[in-house]
C-alpha cells in the first residue's frame, strides 16, 4: 500500500509565508510527477504545482513568481514554499503523485488528504 502525507497547513497573515511537505511511504520502487492541487469550498480543484521525474517544474499562472515546488528524492517527499500569500490562496492543498509499487511495473495515481492553509489577518 502507498500512500501521501501533508502537513504545514496553517494560519498566516497576507504576506507571511509558509512551506507544505508531503511525504509518501509505502512499497515504493520510484516516484514519478509529484504535483500540488488546492480547492476552495464551492470551486473546482484548482492546478498550482508541479514537478516531474527529472526535476521541470509548472506552475499555474496565479502562483508564478510566489510559490517554489521541489523534491526530494531520497525522502520520497515533494515542498511547496508559498511567499507573498494572499487571502485568495486559501484552499485545502492536496498532494497527488505517480509512484511505481512493484517491480513488475505496477503503477499508482496516489492523492493526499490535504492541509489546510488560511491567509487571512
Known amino acids: 500500500q502507498v500512500q501521501l502525507v501533508e502537513s504545514g497547513g496553517a494560519l498566516v497573515q497576507p504576506g507571511g509565508s509558509l512551506t507544505l511537505s508531503c511525504a509518501a511511504s509505502g512499497s515504493i520502487v520510484s516516484i514519478d510527477f509529484m504535483s500540488w492541487d488546492r480547492q476552495t469550498p464551492g470551486k473546482h480543484r484548482e492546478f498550482v504545482a508541479r514537478?516531474?521525474?527529472?526535476?521541470?517544474?509548472d506552475y499555474a499562472d496565479s502562483v508564478k513568481g510566489r510559490f517554489t515546488v521541489s523534491r526530494n528524492n531520497a525522502k520520497n517527499t515533494v515542498y511547496l514554499q508559498m511567499n507573498g500569500l494572499r487571502p485568495e490562496d486559501t484552499a485545502l492543498y492536496s498532494c497527488n503523485a505517480g509512484i511505481y509499487y512493484s517491480a513488475a511495473g505496477g503503477y499508482l495515481d496516489v492523492w493526499g488528504q490535504g492541509t489546510v492553509v488560511i491567509v487571512s489577518s
Open positions: 514537478v516531474s521525474g527529472i526535476g521541470n517544474t
